[in-house]
C-alpha cells in the first residue's frame, strides 16, 4: 500500500471512530427528547449507527489529496455536508428513527448532523494544518542545510 494510501485508511478510519460517537451522543440526546420514558432501544439501532457512520466516513473521498483552489474546496465541503445530510436522513427515515413529517424531529436531526459534521471536519482539519506545518518546517530546515553546504 502507497504512504498515501496509508493516510487515506488512517483517516477513514479515524473518521469512522469520530462519526461514530458523534452519532451515539446524538442518539441518546435524540432519544431523550423525543422518546423519553421506558423506551427500550432495540439492539439493531448499533448496527445501524455503525453503518450509518461507514457510509458518512465514505464521503471522505470526495475531497482530493491534492492542492485545489478554495472555491473548489468549499464546494467539495458543501456536497460532502449534503451527502452527509442525504445519507443520514434517509437512513433515519428508513430505519424508522424519525417521522419525516414532524418538523421538530427533523430540526434536532438536522442540528445533529451539522454538530458532528463540524465537529468532525474540525478535528481533520486541524491534523492536516499540523502535517502541512511539520512538512513545512522540514523543508525549510532542508533549504538551509542545502545552503550551507
Excluded at 487515506?8 to 432519544?31: D, H, K, P, Q, W
Excluded at 465537529?119 to 499540523?130: D, K, N, P, T, Y
Aim: glycine residues 8%; positive net charge; proline residues 1%.
Amino acid at each position: 500500500m502507497t504512504e498515501n494510501g496509508k493516510k487515506r485508511a488512517v483517516e477513514l478510519l479515524l473518521t469512522f471512530c469520530m462519526v461514530t460517537t458523534g452519532s451515539v451522543i446524538v442518539c441518546a440526546v435524540y432519544n431523550k427528547i423525543f422518546w423519553s420514558g421506558d423506551t427500550f432501544l432495540d439492539a439493531d439501532i448499533l448496527w445501524q449507527l455503525l453503518g450509518l457512520a461507514f457510509v458518512c466516513s465514505l464521503g471522505n473521498f470526495i475531497h482530493p489529496y491534492r492542492e485545489i483552489s478554495r472555491r473548489r474546496e468549499l464546494v467539495d465541503k458543501g456536497l460532502h455536508y449534503l451527502y452527509i445530510n442525504a445519507v443520514v436522513l434517509g437512513c433515519g427515515y428508513g430505519f424508522g428513527w424519525m417521522d419525516i413529517e414532524n418538523l421538530s424531529m427533523l430540526a434536532v436531526m438536522a442540528a445533529g448532523i451539522l454538530a458532528v459534521f463540524v465537529s468532525v471536519s474540525f478535528v481533520i482539519w486541524r491534523l492536516h494544518a499540523r502535517e502541512s506545518e511539520s512538512l513545512n518546517r522540514k523543508l525549510k530546515e532542508y533549504q538551509q542545510t542545502g545552503k550551507a553546504q
